[in-house]
């Protein structure tokens, strides 16, 4: 029976790194070489060969003049934001328990902004609802939804606390059918910092969604936001040119 090969020096140092600091904040600071050699008691080579292989894996990066970073070493994408079926359902799915906080439940004007996206006119009337979304009791997003009044004009009465609100849309007879979205990435104002428990001006991804129903009407405009290291963004892309098309010359 052949013996199992033992893993390199900087392979193991590598994991014992990960290990040591993998309960830090995102971003958070790791100590400099020379700190390392010192800490786990090795040559300054071994240790940059265990930051590459870190590096690799997406645990860490290096800027050069600001020093190296630790990322994090587990997925935080705990909810698909192109789901038409919303994050309560998709959560539940997922075999995880989810709540919210209301912060606002109220009807008001639509202001222009918001008015333009629901193609309705400014100081018409909506419904907005202002949460804070959890999964397993930690905190996702705060989220804020904006709805036109003359199709579910008694949302105000339900509470959203552990209540789906595309789930309270169907039963109104509202079927939703596509979403156009748009992610933007942004510094946290003083208001979103203390909501997400986070400082003023780190980064906070930023979904903006338009929702259709089956009559290709607008029934929702809704912006979640988040910390930006808990959202990853992937895309297909076609290429509509067949593959049989002969270069025209001219």
């Known amino acids: ?24 904040d995102y971003y958070s600071p790791l100590p400099g070489e020379r700190e390392l050699c010192e800490i786990f008691h090795t040559s300054r080579p071994t240790i940059r060969k265990a930051i590459n292989v870190l590096e690799k894996e997406g645990k860490i990066i290096r800027l050069q003049g600001k020093g190296t970073f630790f990322v994090g070493d587990e997925s935080h994408v705990d909810h698909q934001m192109n789901s038409i079926i919303g994050f309560y359902n998709d959560v539940k799915l997922q075999g995880k328990i989810t709540n ?12 222009k902004s918001v008015a333009e996206k629901l193609e309705i006119q400014e100081g018409d009337l909506i419904f907005h609802l202002e949460r804070l979304r959890y999964i397993d009791g930690e905190l996702y997003s705060l989220t804020n939804s904006f ?55 780190e ?13 290709d009407r607008i029934v929702e405009y809704v912006q979640v936001k988040t910390q930006a290291y808990k959202t990853k963004y992937e895309i297909m892309v076609y290429n509509d040119k067949p593959h049989n098309d002969k270069a025209k010359v001219l």
């Open 203 to 215: 980064s906070i991804s930023v979904w903006s969604s338009v929702t259709y129903d089956t009559d």
């Open 100 to 111: 919210s906080k209301v912060l606002l439940q109220n009807v008001e004007p639509a202001s």
């Open 1 to 24: 029976m052949q013996a199992r090969k033992e893993k390199p020096l900087y392979i193991k140092l590598s994991e014992g790194i990960l290990e040591k600091y993998r309960h830090l």
């Open 147 to 201: 709805h036109p009044m003359e199709y579910c004009p008694d949302l105000r009465k339900v509470d959203f606390t552990e209540r789906s609100l595309y789930n309270t849309l169907e039963e109104y007879g509202i079927h939703l059918a596509k979403m156009r979205q748009t992610l933007e990435v942004k510094a946290a104002n003083a208001y979103e910092a203390l909501q997400l428990e986070i400082k003023e001006g």
